[in-house]
Structure formats: C-alpha cells, structure tokens
C-alpha cells in the first residue's frame, strides 16, 4: 500500500494517508466535515476557557517506588499546553486556514511532591501571554486520592509554544 495525497480536498491540508485506510475515512469525515458518519465538528470552546485533563496513574506509569516517572508528567504537560495553545490560535480561523502549534521551550518546571500510582492526575492549562507567533501558557498539576478527597500541588509549568 503506498502513500498518496487524498483526493476529497486536492491535498490543500496537507495531510497523508494510504489509501481505503481507517484514517482516511476519519480524514474525510473529520476535517472536512461530512455530515453523514459518526464523526461530526463540534463548535470549538473560547480560548479563554482553560483546558483540564484528568487521568488515573496506573503501575505501568512509575517507578519502582510507586513513584510517577517525571516523563510520564512532562507528556501530560505537554499534551495540556498544545490543547489550549491550539485552541486559542484557530478561535477565530476556518479549517482552511487552521494552524497547529508546538512546543518551543519549557521555561521552567517544578516538581512540587511526587503523584502517587491509583491518585487521578488533573492539569489545568492557560494561555497566560501571547505575541504575533508565540503564547505562554501555564500549566498546574494536581493529584487526587480519590479515596481520601485529598488533592494536592505536585508541579507547575510555563511553556511557550509557537504556531
């Protein structure tokens, strides 16, 4: 099977698939917005809503210790950071011109206390600043025992991402 450019729009978005795929169908349905199917384009939230992800920290995701490894963290992070910063970037555009960011830099990010295996990880991500090309965002990570309701602080980021 070999990759081609699609043909329901002439390539203008630039994305690539192999033919008769599973993605190619998403593509068609999802991008350029086919009402038929299961896949159907929700209005996008304001950007100045902050985006939060929840998730529960399961073995697989530390250390011997029952610590979670900080990679598994910094993923999160990062996921969280480009959520906002995309929405915030394509609040006012069409599909044809939307405009997807990346990670440029972490400015700095602290390790409050350790996340626990079984504790629900919550991050809140903002757009804190932005410029013709760039944003901060910030993002704050809570853990949760959902067992005993405590929540507590364990990191804070600042990224700055570019579109």
């Not at 159907?40 to 490894?69: F, K, Y």
Request: some cysteine.
């Amino acid at each position: 099977m070999h990759a081609k450019k699609h043909e329901c729009c002439e390539g203008r978005c630039q994305i690539r698939y192999f033919q008769k795929s599973f993605y190619a169908i998403i593509h068609r349905r999802w991008i350029h917005g086919s009402s038929s199917g299961l896949f159907q384009r929700l209005p996008a939230l304001p950007s100045t809503v902050p985006i939060e992800l929840s998730r529960v920290m399961v073995p697989d995701d530390t250390n011997p210790l029952g610590n979670v490894h900080g990679g598994t963290i910094l993923k999160m992070i990062e996921q969280a950071g480009n959520i906002v910063a995309t929405r915030h970037c394509n609040k006012e555009r069409g599909r044809e011109s939307a405009v997807i960011t990346v990670l440029a830099r972490a400015d700095h990010i602290d390790f409050l206390q350790p996340m626990y295996v079984g504790e629900v990880s919550q991050l809140q991500a903002a757009v804190t600043y932005t410029s013709s090309r760039s944003m901060e965002v910030t993002v704050d990570v809570w853990a949760e025992n959902v067992l005993s309701g405590m929540r507590r602080h364990t990191n804070t980021a600042t990224l700055w991402t570019f579109s």
